[in-house]
């Protein structure tokens, strides 16, 4: 179960366009903002402390059961 559950965590992240403000680090980046459309950072990481709707919508289920 856990395989799955990481896997779909996975899929969600791969889903979500790299932006500056969702990146771990936009506090210290120095190319905030600067890349043009379509460019990708190659420092991009996702920060994880931002949940996306679906992520709270299950970890409420889940409290729930």
Same mark, same amino acid.
């Given at each position: 179960?856990?395989?799955?559950?990481?896997? +779909?965590? &996975? +899929? !969600?992240?791969?889903?979500? *366009?790299?932006?500056?403000?969702?990146?771990?680090? !936009?506090?210290?980046?120095?190319?905030?903002?600067?890349? !043009?459309?379509?460019?990708?950072?190659?420092?991009?990481? !996702? +920060?994880?402390?931002?949940?996306? $709707?679906? $992520? &709270? *919508?299950? &970890?409420?289920?889940?409290?729930? +059961?």
């Amino acid at each position: 179960m856990c395989e799955s559950k990481t896997s +779909d965590e &996975e +899929d !969600r992240m791969a889903e979500q *366009k790299p932006m500056c403000v969702i990146c771990a680090w !936009r506090a210290t980046c120095q190319k905030q903002f600067s890349l !043009r459309a379509g460019e990708k950072c190659p420092e991009f990481v !996702r +920060d994880v402390t931002i949940k996306i $709707e679906e $992520e &709270e *919508k299950e &970890e409420k289920e889940e409290e729930q +059961d």
